[in-house]
T-cell receptor, first 116, second 113 residues
Framework: DAGVTQSPTHLIKTRGQQVTLRCSPKSGHDTVSWYQQALGQGPQFIFQYYEEEERQRGNFPDRFSGHQFPNYSSELNVNALLLGDSALYLC???????????????FGSGTQLSVL | DAKTTQPNSMESNEEEPVHLPCNHSTISGTDYIHWYRQLPSQGPEYVIHGLTSNVNNRMASLAIAEDRKSSTLILHRATLRDAAVYYCILRDRFRSSARQLTFGSGTQLTVLP
């Protein structure tokens, strides 16, 4: 089992550019969530995708958008990059349960984005 | 939403037990207590969760106070590989936010050889 895989592992962009990050969920998982982790802080929830639709969204601007494909993989897009977008972007997958509190999230190792 | 409070850092000696505390004095009756940890250069990983009763699994034990206002993650025999940031997280089963994890700053555990 490959677990959650993310690509690329590192990325350098300049202000104003656009970036796309990719995530393949753990086998058997149908839900993908994205988190942003600034240096020295805990991860912050961006949004969650299930059945190819955005189901929940955290406090992030519309510059952050995503997509989920029929094979459950997902992309995170960030437009008009700002210096403050520099962070580790984590993808987490889970198998959606009726009782969300019993869902276990499995995280990838993340994509380190640097905006210069 | 109820909040959690954890010490910023703790130290432990290798092969000794570690007790990581978490305070959640405003916890609701439907909040589950979850623990995740983040090893260096990795994403967080699930450790354990519970509601009221103490819980055990192969990684750790979770001791929940009778009034549920605090909990303790217990690593029975710390190894160097347990050095990580440990996060205590509440998830309310009746809130839509239960499907997302709200991380605080966590506790940085250092294991000394």
């Amino acid at each position: 089992d490959a677990g959650v895989t993310q690509s690329p592992t590192h990325l350098i962009k300049t202000r104003g550019q656009q970036v796309t990050l990719r995530c393949s969920p753990k086998s058997g998982h149908d839900t993908v969530s994205w988190y942003q982790q600034a240096l020295g802080q805990g991860p912050q929830f961006i949004f969650q995708y299930y059945e190819e639709e955005e189901r929940q969204r955290g406090n992030f601007p519309d510059r952050f958008s995503g997509h989920q494909f029929p094979n459950y993989s997902s992309e995170l897009n960030v437009n008009a990059l700002l210096l403050g977008d520099s962070a580790l972007y984590l993808c987490a997958s889970s198998h959606r349960l009726l009782d969300a509190t019993n869902e276990k999230l499995f995280f990838g190792s993340g994509t380190q984005l640097s905006v210069l | 939403d109820a909040k959690t409070t954890q010490p910023n850092s703790m130290e432990s000696n290798e092969e000794e037990p570690v007790h990581l505390p978490c305070n959640h004095s405003t916890i609701s009756g439907t909040d589950y207590i979850h623990w995740y940890r983040q090893l260096p250069s990795q994403g967080p990983e699930y450790v354990i969760h519970g509601l009221t009763s103490n819980v055990n699994n192969r990684m750790a034990s979770l001791a929940i106070a009778e009034d549920r206002k605090s909990s303790t993650l217990i690593l029975h025999r710390a190894t160097l590989r347990d050095a990580a940031v440990y996060y205590c997280i509440l998830r309310d089963r009746f809130r839509s936010s239960a499907r997302q994890l709200t991380f605080g700053s966590g506790t940085q555990l250092t294991v000394l050889p």
